[in-house]
């Protein structure tokens, strides 16, 4: 380290002491975004200078960036000094009871099946120590351990295994890469980190489920998951019941790593808030997650069904780095009521008989916007490379919007692309023909809503899949009649 | 079973059907018949409950309930089926799944058990058979792709699926091939047991070679001109439907 870089330092642990004691009667920053505020998260997670460094830079480098507005996602401009940057573990009030819990979150959780004690926990209602969740998560842990996977919240990581985090740490996602990713790497608070060596294969999927107490980490996670030559895991993110959340802005970022021969398949069933029915409230979902295949034959795979957020804003990607290596996106996206989607995929070929799939099913209901943004960029060096994608819009009524922006890019002539769109709507005829056959109207919409997701429903694991669809009939209550 | 007492309906602003009034039996097979345009799938869309269907006067009495209150889910649910003379195609969804969903919405309400995947797969079989149709076929997704015939085919095992009190088949033989007109008349002979009121709406006489009618009701210009035993085809078959024209217009 340079001398100006270690006087920097000094100075810094000087002010971040300040910081420190001064809040940690509190345990929590007054809203605004400084490097003070910066230096206080790391220094509260006892974080080597490293990563602290590695903050402040991007913290700087977020100084010069402006929003992004190429979305087609409508808002207010955010305060960025109006948010509470550590008040990560979420603050959520913990309530006495379920009695004091919204009701109209409980009917919801009623029909998802949700049992009452994960309900409670949920909602954020006080549980019993011993909960059964936590002790079969820490047998999991074990069995992991003594294969070696390593599968730990981000924090925990930083200390335990710091050099592995250093050394995979925004090689896929730099600091840099963009707006949100770039204020996520400053002040980012937790978030789950796994590794799975060589020639491991996962014996379980991976769930933040498990870990519910901890993955309340608020609205900047941070994800990273390596999987070492020829090993596999399955990681399913976000917890399937829709939580409240008070927050507004939700800027996360994950990275995947996969060398030679190694398999990572991501799930996300996202169900934040929406928002009423007017459009008020809800969560701006501005998430960066993107994957490399930086082994040969190596293959990543997103399955994401997005039923919340008030705005979503996400592109799950993949790099292709590895020759044979492949990617996949496999994406629903619901918007309802005054909900906005701008979601979709980038597969960025460089190897070579790199091949990648996307299949992207929208639905529009309401005031719902959805956009299918894509870009297939084919590298001069990927020889041989193959593309298939499919995008298809359902329309429910007719205030809704459906777009799909692709883009491609192709710099070698070897390459083959496929691309399959349509859109389509609910049809009267359609729903008189089901509600002649004795369905309810909101089961006939469901049923062709079903119908119409299954190719990606399919990739998701078996609960997930359920959970999945029950979901999407929740959300689209009220859509028709 | 079926009451309809000086039915008027329209269609926006059109007049479509003017007064008609016709009564069916448990077990009664009747056929409709008239020129194009005199109101005929009105009529059908009208008891199925269509939306966009006006009824302006009248009344419409199914097994003593007011059927003309009802929503269209619960009037099938009632026992009330219409083979369209159209069927709708409902990609993305399986025929089985579909017709799961709607059997046990049917039974529920009727109040018998819910079948399971093992009784359902059963009972499809045998209803498939008894239509004639190929196993490929009847696992597909709703009319997706279907020929004009196959659609036809497919309404006919639905309506065997459903087990209607009272079936209405549109234009049913329209679209057919000589073959499959017999499968399907024998599927729905084969569903006549004494109890279940139909009324087939047909523009030949060939139909009712197939599925022979107790009663013949000729509908023109939004009424019932007409109404006579299975010999009254034979009649219109030969002599057309001017003259009726002409005495519902005097
Ligand atoms: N949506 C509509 N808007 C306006 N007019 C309509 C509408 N639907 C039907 N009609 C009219 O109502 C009249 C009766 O139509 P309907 O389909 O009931 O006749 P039909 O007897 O079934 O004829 P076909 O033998 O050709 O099937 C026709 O003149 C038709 O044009
Ligand atoms: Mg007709």
Redesign the pocket.
Known sequence: MSSSAETIQDFAGRRYQAGFITDIESDTVAPGLSEDVVRLISAKKGEPEWLLDWRLRAYRHWLTLTPPTWAHVHHPPIDYQDISYYSAPKQKQKLESLDEVDPELLRTYEKLGIPLLEQKMLAGVAVDAVFDSVSVATTFKKKLGEMGVIFSSFSEAVKEHGELLRKYLGTVVPYTDNYYATLNSAVFSDGSFVFVPKGVRCPMELSTYFRINEARTGQFERTLIVAEEGAYVSYLEGCTAPQRDENQLHAAVVELVALDDAEIKYSTVQNWYPGDEEGKGGIYNFVTKRGACRGDRSKISWTQVETGSAITWKYPSCILQGDDSVGEFYSVALSNHRQQADTGTKMIHLGKRTSSTIVSKGISAGHGVQTYRGLVRIAKSAEGARNYTQCDSLLLGDRCKADTVPYIEVQNATARLEHEATTSKISDDQLFYCMQRGLAAEDAVNLIVNGFCKRVFRELPMEFAVEAQKLLEVSLEGAVG | MLEIDNLHAR??D?P?LKGLTLTLRPGEVAAIM??????????S?VLSGRP?YEVTEGTVRFDGQDLLAMEADERARAGVFLAF?YPVEVPGVSNKVFLKAAVNACRKARGQGELDAYEFLKLFEDKRKLVGMGKELASREVNSGFSGGEKKRNEILQMAMLDPKLAIL??TDSGLDIDALKAVSEGVNALRDGERAMLV?T?YQRLLDHIVPDTVHV?VDGRIARTGGRELALELEERGYDWLKAEAAA
């Open positions: 269609v926006g059109t479509i008239g020129p194009n345009g005199s109101g005929k799938s009105t009529l869309y966009g003379q549109d234009e709406i523009h509908l």
